[in-house]
Nanobody
Framework: QVQLVESGGGLVQPGGSLSVSCTASGSIFSINAMAWYRQTPGKQRELVAK???????DYADSVKGRFTISRDNAKNTVYLQMNSLKPEDTAVYYC??????????????WGQGTQVTVSS
């Protein structure tokens, strides 16, 4: 079994910064792409940023230049540094990973979500 556990998040003022992290644990052979998604009530979950096992990143247009995704493969951890936060960044942020549990089996896993609120 594999678990993704997020930490960080919270309340921050507009223009401020916040960091969230997500660590995978359990029966892990390797981890392919990792990503952060976010969701607000009544809306679909949307991709915020993703990073491949080789470190190639991609971002939603709405966060480019403000958010940075990174990962530490030795720690099975992905990070999201969020700068210049805006009220519209308020959402529950979810970690996602494609985890290889055996050399021939890859599965999709989600974290439990962490609330990020941008408000004065």
């Amino acid at each position: 079994q594999v678990q993704l556990v997020e930490s960080g998040g919270g309340l921050v003022q507009p223009g401020g910064s916040l960091s969230v992290s997500c660590t995978a644990s359990g029966s892990i052979f390797s981890i392919n792409a990792m990503a952060w998604y976010r969701q607000t009530p009544g809306k679909q979950r949307e991709l915020v940023a993703k990073v491949t096992s080789g470190g190639i990143t991609d971002y939603a247009d709405s966060v480019k230049g403000r958010f940075t995704i990174s990962r530490d493969n030795a720690k099975n951890t992905v990070y999201l540094q969020m700068n210049s936060l805006k009220p519209e960044d308020t959402a529950v942020y979810y970690c996602h990973a494609y985890v290889v549990v055996t050399p021939r089996h890859e599965y999709s896993y989600w974290g439990q979500g962490t609330q990020v609120t941008v408000s004065s």
